[in-house]
């Protein structure tokens, strides 16, 4: 599987794909329309690699050295050429005072630091 990607990746030269019919594995269900890749299908196949090791390797630049055979400073400098690639990805997070409220129930603050917290202290 990993082959056909890379090989439909060759293909079409890094060009913009539209998707326009998936069908759900298993399945006679398929589903028309145009669909536009996500953002890291988009990224060349060698980026996609370079992702996925650094997410296997929990972010650790110094095992993306050893993997990959280069200096700190070219894993940051890939990150960052990757990053600008990949849109801005906003994290609905909790509340403060749900968040404080949730540590407090699980007895990591005291009620105390909370009342400080939730005043914004």
Do not use: C
């Not at 293909?11 to 953002?39: K, S």
């Not at 400073?73 to 890939?78: D, E, G």
């Amino acid at each position: 599987m990993p082959g056909d990607w890379q090989e439909l990746t060759r293909l079409t030269r890094g060009r913009p794909m539209i998707v326009e019919r998936v069908r759900l594995d298993g399945t006679a269900i398929a589903i028309e329309g145009q669909f536009e890749l996500p953002p890291l299908a988009r990224l060349p196949a060698e980026d996609q690699v370079f992702v996925t090791a650094f997410v296997r390797s929990h972010g650790s630049i110094k095992q993306m050295e050893q993997m990959f055979g280069v200096s700190y400073p070219t894993v940051k400098n890939r990150l960052n050429r990757i990053s600008r690639q990949l849109p801005f990805v906003q994290v609905n997070s909790m509340p403060v005072g749900e968040d404080v409220l949730a540590e407090l129930e699980r007895g990591e603050i005291t009620a105390e630091r909370a009342v400080e917290r939730l005043k914004g202290k």
